[in-house]
């Protein structure tokens, strides 16, 4: 099983910016479809950001003009650009295979974002 290294997370105010990174611990992201994932208290996981590999990105309409995945072009790192953050978007950010697969995969320790009116 693969697992992901989350990092970058932070405490920041209202309408500031975060990037987040993500790596295979061991391994390679390649061209694999990836997804950034967030769980905020007392919620589901949810899928917030999604990138195939080959071009094709989604995003949930909550974060859509925010946030911006991407990847390196050595295929070892994801990325997440957060602009404009907002208080609802606090929660543990994680990133995994998208759709996420227990056999393929665990979930890492995520990084926390906190973000203050």
């Known amino acids: 099983q693969v697992q992901f290294v989350e990092s970058g997370g932070g405490l920041v105010q209202a309408g500031e910016s975060l990037t987040l990174s993500c790596a295979a611990a061991?391994?390679?992201?390649?061209?694999?479809?990836m997804a950034w994932y967030r769980q905020a208290p007392g919620k589901e996981r949810e899928w917030v950001a999604q990138?195939?590999?080959?071009?094709?990105?989604k995003y949930v309409d909550a974060v859509k003009g925010r946030f911006t995945i991407s990847r390196d072009f050595a295929g070892k790192t994801v990325y997440l650009q957060m602009n404009s953050l907002k208080p609802e978007d606090t929660a543990v950010y994680y990133c995994n295979y998208f759709p996420f697969d227990m056999r393929r995969s665990s979930w890492g320790q995520g990084t926390q974002v906190t973000v203050s009116s």
């Open positions: 061991g391994s390679m992201i390649g061209l694999a479809a």
């Open positions: 990138s195939s590999g080959r071009g094709v990105i």
